[in-house]
C-alpha cells in the first residue's frame, strides 16, 4: 500500500511541514532555487540540498558534500534509508552541529479523510439503493 508522508524539519528557530504524496518520485529539499521544498538561506552558514528518492516503495534520503545524517548513533550517513516514525538529524562535516532534525511520519490525517471519505460513499450508496 502507498502512502503520503509528512516530512518534519525541526530546530530551535525553525518548524516545517512538507506532505509527501503518494505519487512523487523525487523532491529536492534545501535553499536553492530548484529545491521543491524550499528552506530560508539565511538560517544557514551554507546552501543545502536534500534529495528525497523513492525506490521500490521505500524513500531514501541523500545530501549533499559538507552534510551527514546521524541516525541513532549509526555514524556519518550520506544516504538514510527514512521509515514511518524515523527521526535522523542532518549535520555539518566540519563542525558536527545539528542544522535541524527530520521526522518522517506517515500522513495520519490523510489516511483518516479518506477512510472518511470511503465510509460516507458506502453510507450514500446504501441509501440510494433503498
Given amino acids: 500500500m502507498e502512502y503520503q508522508y509528512k ?4 530546530n530551535k528557530s525553525m518548524c516545517k511541514e512538507f506532505i509527501i504524496t503518494e505519487n512523487m518520485t ?3 529539499l534545501g535553499t536553492t532555487a530548484e529545491c521543491s521544498f524550499r528552506l530560508n538561506r539565511e538560517n544557514f552558514f551554507e546552501d543545502i540540498k536534500i534529495s528525497l528518492i523513492k525506490k521500490n516503495k521505500v524513500w531514501q534520503a ?3 558534500d559538507g552534510l551527514y545524517f546521524s541516525k541513532g548513533g549509526s555514524g556519518k550517513l550520506m544516504v538514510a534509508e527514512l521509515k514511518h516514525g524515523d527521526v535522523i538529524s542532518l549535520k555539518y562535516t566540519e563542525s558536527g552541529n545539528e ?6 511520519v506517515i500522513d495520519i490525517d490523510y489516511k ?5 471519505q470511503i465510509y460516507h460513499f458506502q453510507y450514500l450508496d446504501y441509501f440510494y439503493h433503498c
Fill in 62 to 64: 541523500v545530501c549533499n
Fill in 26 to 28: 523525487e523532491i529536492l
Fill in 112 to 116: 483518516m479523510f479518506l477512510l472518511i
Fill in 7 to 10: 516530512l518534519i524539519l525541526i
Fill in 99 to 104: 542544522l535541524f532534525k527530520i521526522r518522517f
